[in-house]
């Protein structure tokens, strides 16, 4: 019977949890023994073999580390936590054969199902939030106001300094549970936090997430974490999460209704309205300072209302048209001062085109600053809701570009971009690890794709102006041609 357990929740598993892989650990290794040991090879289902060797799904392996050069704005050595990653905490954890994945292996790689993985999944569609149907877009609402509230059924967050973890005379180390969606905000402020040094003594330069080639496949997979939580949670495996198409121009901002994500509180217009599902929801990870002086991570503490007093435009439409014809991916310094780089492009230090000036804001940096407040922040961004729509439309614009690029591993810098970055460094603080390599695919292959039309649309929009222009240049010369004859013959008529 308890071979049959272990097929039936297997089978579960796999059906509902195409990804497997979040972050931070999962709570099934943040014991005294693991932490120790440093191994991360949970038993299959709970009750198998160690990554579900014996049954041929998976192994325990020595974890790989990317050992070429990164770029020089981060100069420490053996400092943070997050360097070679996940080093500091586990160096051995499950490697899954085949097209099984997860922790244990007891579920499937993405874009798979089935108790072998042998059936390819149907992808699930990301639409425009705005085309959604009212009871598809409640539906949605309804799940990730819930996982506000819902503790993660799978993994664990460190509460302290990884010197921290097991106080001592203790043998409970330092791990909290944590909601699904506090999980997601908390594992973009650990990606973003500064180097813990002491009082006054954070070193800020440094970012596994923003200003570096990793920008868009660590969002990738960040989002991939939070859609497989939601599938699970809703019990829906084709649940997918959609987008917001923020380049619209303009200062007014077509989402933020309290039937979606939330309008302006008419007596405080930096919050939200009290009729909006999210008004009630508090944020975590925002106190960076307090953090970085006590040597603390953040521990989920509720610490007040999402805060967005819009202000400035959004981006135009013509900006997402310009940025897709940018040609290369990346170049160097693969940085936020990189030039005709369609990441640094897209991610909004540079002009849409490609061209570097500094100070200016654009396509997904501008969306954030437009949301002012909370979804301004970057440790704290994730709060607000509306941060998973601007990056699924980021994600778009992404795939959009690898389509039109037939990108391949080629186009991603392999060494010299920030710590993190990297083409094989593993994307922190993702568990097991997975690398940029991992995320720098077509979506179809992760499961997922997009009900969107991007470039080709405003290409056809701006042709047929651009047509009818060259029509009555055309049709002007014409004119004017045959004006001239007839001026011409009349005088000779006249002289006759």
Not at 105 to 130: E, F, H, V, Y
Not at 141 to 149: E, G, N, Q
Not at 383 to 393: G, Q, R, S
Not at 449 to 458: I, R, T
Request: aromatic share 12%.
């Amino acid at each position: 019977s308890v071979n049959v357990n272990i097929v039936v929740c297997v089978f579960v598993i796999a059906m509902l949890s195409p990804l497997l892989v979040s972050a931070q650990f999962p709570r099934v290794c943040a014991t005294f023994e693991s932490i120790v040991s440093h191994e991360c090879c949970p038993l299959l289902g709970g009750t198998g073999s160690p990554c579900g060797e014996a049954e041929g799904r998976g192994s325990c392996v020595d974890i790989t580390i990317d050992d070429l050069p990164h770029g020089q704005q981060y100069v420490l050595v053996g400092i943070d936590d997050r360097e070679r990653w996940p080093e500091r905490f586990f160096n051995r954890s499950c490697v899954c054969n085949g097209n099984f994945g997860g922790f244990d292996c007891s579920g499937c790689k993405p874009g798979w199902q089935g108790d072998n993985c042998l059936t390819r999944r149907p992808p699930a569609i990301r639409q425009n939030i705005m085309n959604m149907t009212q009871e598809d877009r409640e539906f949605f609402l309804d799940v990730l106001d819930r996982s506000k509230t819902a503790v993660h059924p799978d993994y664990v967050v460190a509460q302290d300094h990884y010197r921290n973890l097991i106080p001592e005379n203790t043998t409970e180390p330092n791990f909290v549970n944590i909601t699904i969606y506090d999980l997601f905000v908390w594992v973009h402020y650990y990606s973003v936090r500064d180097t813990l040094l002491g009082p006054g003594q954070a070193y800020t330069a440094i970012d596994f997430s923003h200003e570096g080639p990793a920008f868009l496949t660590w969002h990738r997979m960040h989002l991939l974490g939070l859609e497989n939580d939601l599938q699970v949670l809703s019990g829906d495996p084709t649940f997918a999460l959609p987008y917001w198409d923020f380049a619209i121009g303009g200062s007014e901002c077509d989402v933020c209704t309290d039937e979606i994500v939330g309008g302006q509180n008419p007596e405080d217009q930096t919050l939200l309205g009290p009729n909006s599902r999210f008004a009630d929801w508090e944020v975590v990870c925002l106190s960076l300072d307090w953090f970085n002086d006590n040597i603390k991570l953040c521990n989920g503490t509720y610490e007040g209302n999402i805060d967005r007093p819009a202000v400035q435009s959004l981006p135009e439409p013509t900006d997402v048209a310009n940025c897709l014809q940018v040609e290369e991916y990346d170049t160097f310094p693969f940085f936020s001062d990189s030039a005709s780089s369609f990441r640094n492009a897209l991610e909004g230090y540079s002009e849409p085109s490609g061209e570097f000036d500094e100070g200016v804001r654009t396509l997904h940096n501008l969306a954030h600053l437009f949301l002012n407040g909370t979804g301004g922040m970057t440790h704290a961004s994730a709060n607000d809701p509306i941060f998973v729509l601007i990056h699924t439309f980021t994600d778009a614009i992404f795939e959009e570009w690898m389509k039109r690029s037939n990108a391949t591993a080629a186009d991603y810098p392999e060494e010299d971009a920030p710590i993190g970055h990297n083409l094989d460094f593993n994307m922190v603080p993702f568990f097991p690890p997975i690398t940029n390599r991992d995320m720098f695919i077509p979506s179809d292959q992760l499961g997922y794709s997009y009900a969107v039309d991007l470039p080709e649309s405003l290409a056809n929009e701006d042709a047929p102006s651009f047509i009818w222009a060259i029509v009555g240049v055309f049709g002007f010369v014409i004119l004017a041609a045959l004006v001239i004859v007839l001026v011409n013959t009349v005088k000779r008529h006249r002289q006759r």
